[in-house]
């Protein structure tokens, strides 16, 4: 099958440009991961990021055939009509939006300025009780949804309120990180959680386009965590 | 949290909120006229100039302008700060913008005072 890379080296290359790669699949539905081992094998310059390869630590993050995905738990037969059989070539570039580094090594520095924006811990000022702060089953099914995040940064960097604005929009990664403390019953910094959100552009460039909810390799759901933020603003706004 | 700050509501909750008001409002204007177009039958300059100058509908025409105004506003101040930035225009950005946003807000106002004449002068 064909495999095209972006390749970019910002030391000895002017531009960016596509590789062209054959890889003998032999038939089998391999992960994309699999594939990059493969061409890996080939040309020992191509760099990409990888590291669990099971989709829990967020390395491989890249843009297969146009859509986001991680690489490690994305099959052949998932990333595009035709792939698997060979009709199309499979097409791997760098997470969009985000600089790069080198080939498919993308610098997440803005993603994780947002994500600190968040203060993405526990804050609560009362005295710590003796063993530690208890959660009903209720209380704590309420962060289910949004605790599971691994910041691969595959929705924030498919959201274009994130590619125009990177520095003022937080993205719907830092967003979703964002509920999932005003949604702690052991945070009890709500209010000043809330007051960082209220201006045009931290939360409110959402335009609700769902494209962090098709591509999140976790199934979660960003845009729903960003709308009960929006109510709890309005709920305190007016 | 970003502080500055030139859209409508001077907070992103207030744009928020003036935005899908203001979309209520021409909804509900459009379905009513579409609905006072189907049941009115044969319509003559009499019967129209009658209805446009009651008192109901200058309220509502009213309304409508400053809607369709704030709309206007709010997602065109998206749009400016969205694509007229650094990233398509460099260092000229900020004044690229500002002309694009003195532009705008100029044909708005324009077009309220030039509607509320309308709405009211009673010619």
Not at chain 1, 50 to 60: A, F, M
Not at chain 1, 172 to 194: C, G, H, I, K, V
Not at chain 2, 29 to 52: A, H, P, Q
Request: net charge neutral.
């Amino acid at each position: 099958m064909k495999v095209s890379i972006y390749r970019y080296n910002p030391e000895t290359d002017r531009e960016p440009s596509m590789k062209e790669y054959e890889v003998d699949t032999q038939g089998k539905d391999l992960m994309v991961l699999d594939i990059l081992a493969l061409v890996k094998e080939q040309d020992q310059s191509m760099a990409y990021r990888r590291s669990c390869r099971e989709g829990v630590c967020g390395s491989d993050g890249m843009n297969m055939n146009g859509k986001n995905g991680l690489a490690c738990i994305t099959p052949l037969s998932q990333v595009a009509p035709g792939v698997l059989e060979g009709k199309k070539p499979l097409i791997l570039r760098p997470l969009p939006g985000l600089p790069v580094i080198r080939d498919l090594v993308v610098d997440m520095g803005m993603f994780y300025n947002q994500y600190e924006k968040v203060q993405p811990y526990l804050q609560n000022n009362t005295p710590a009780p003796a063993i530690e702060r208890l959660q009903s089953p209720e209380e704590r099914a309420k962060i289910d949804g949004l605790y599971e995040c691994i910041l691969c940064a595959c929705c924030s960097t498919s959201c274009p309120s994130f590619w125009w604005n990177p520095d003022k929009f937080l993205g719907p990664a830092a967003l979703l990180q964002s509920y999932r403390f005003l949604a702690d019953s052991r945070d009890n910094a709500t209010e000043e959680r809330l007051s960082k959100l209220d201006d045009p552009f931290s939360l409110f460039r959402c335009h609700g386009i769902m494209n962090c909810v098709s591509v999140c390799p976790k199934g979660l759901n960003p845009t729903r965590a960003i709308g009960h933020i929006r109510s709890m603003l309005l709920e305190r706004g007016i | 949290m970003v502080t500055p700050v030139t859209s409508l509501g001077r907070n992103g909750l207030y744009d928020w909120l003036i935005q899908r008001v203001s979309a209520v409002i021409i909804g509900v204007y459009l379905i009513g006229m579409l609905g006072y177009l189907m049941v009115s039958g044969d319509l003559d300059y009499g019967s129209w100039k009658s209805f446009m100058g009651s008192i109901c509908m200058q309220i509502a025409n009213t309304l409508l302008v400053i809607a369709v105004a704030a709309h206007t506003w709010v997602g065109l101040w998206g749009v400016t700060t969205d694509y007229l930035t650094s990233l398509t225009f460099g260092k000229a950005a900020t004044g690229v913008r500002l002309i694009a946003q003195v532009a705008i807000a100029l044909a708005l106002v324009v077009y309220l005072l030039w509607g509320l004449v309308l709405i009211w002068g009673g010619a």
